[in-house]
Each structure stands twice: as C-alpha cells, then as structure tokens.
C-alpha cells in the first residue's frame, strides 16, 4: 500500500515541480529584483490547493490516491517554501528591504487569500 502511495507522490510531485521550473523559464527575477517565478507557482498553488482540497472534501475523497497525487504530489512540488526562504536570503543580503517585505506579505497574506477563496468557491458553487 504504501509503495502505491508513494508512487502517486512521486508522480504528482515530479508535474508540479516540472511546472515551477517552466515557471523560473518564463519569468526569470533577473531584471526586476523580485522573484516572480517563485511568486507565480506558490500562488497558484495556494489557489489550486484550495480548490482541490474542498473539491475532494465535497467529493469524500480527501484520504484517496487522488489527493495524494494532487495535493501532497503536485501542489507540494509547486509550491515551495525551501525557495522562498532561500530567495528571501537573498533579498537580505542584497540589502533590498522592501523587496524583503512586500514579497513576505504578500506571499504569505495572497497565499492564505487564495487557499481560503479556491476552498470557498467549491463549496458554494458546485
């Protein structure tokens, strides 16, 4: 059972990373100062988890293979805490405090906005 399981991770894990990476292609934080690649895929994250946690909550599929694969494996390899932290560092050490703040607050504040408006969309409108 577990080693199913794990496969499911695995492979929901590897299209949400593989899709960050397309991310950090097509926005590259270079020019701007401000990781917008990293921004985009947790945000985006934070938006789908919401919708599929309550869309698998409604459908009593929370503790199913399914979620394994959407949540634990495909929104886990999207989003990235490990990457936020480290870019954080970054925006320190380049002495770019602002950048450090808005994009802390901003990942954190729209993060548990989007979470919170994916669930609620399920849940009063399907």
């Known amino acids: 059972m577990l080693g199913k399981q794990l496969l499911w ?34 945000m985006l994250g934070c938006f789908l988890i919401g919708l599929l946690s309550g869309w698998l909550l409604k459908n009593d599929l929370l503790k ?31 002495n770019q405090l602002m950048g450090l703040l808005i994009y802390n607050l901003s990942s954190f504040g729209f993060g548990i906005l989007l979470v919170a408006s994916g669930y609620f969309l399920i849940k009063f409108y399907s």
């Not at 894990?13 to 590259?28: I, T």
């Open 64 to 94: 199913s293979e399914t979620s394994l694969f959407l949540l634990t494996g495909f929104c886990g390899g999207l989003t990235t805490f490990s990457t936020l932290s480290n870019e954080s560092l970054l925006l320190l050490r380049q």
């Open 9 to 42: 991770v695995f492979l929901g894990g590897g299209l949400g990373a593989s899709l960050r990476f397309v991310f950090s292609k097509m926005l590259p934080s270079s020019t701007t100062h401000f990781p917008w690649a990293t921004f985009t895929a947790n």
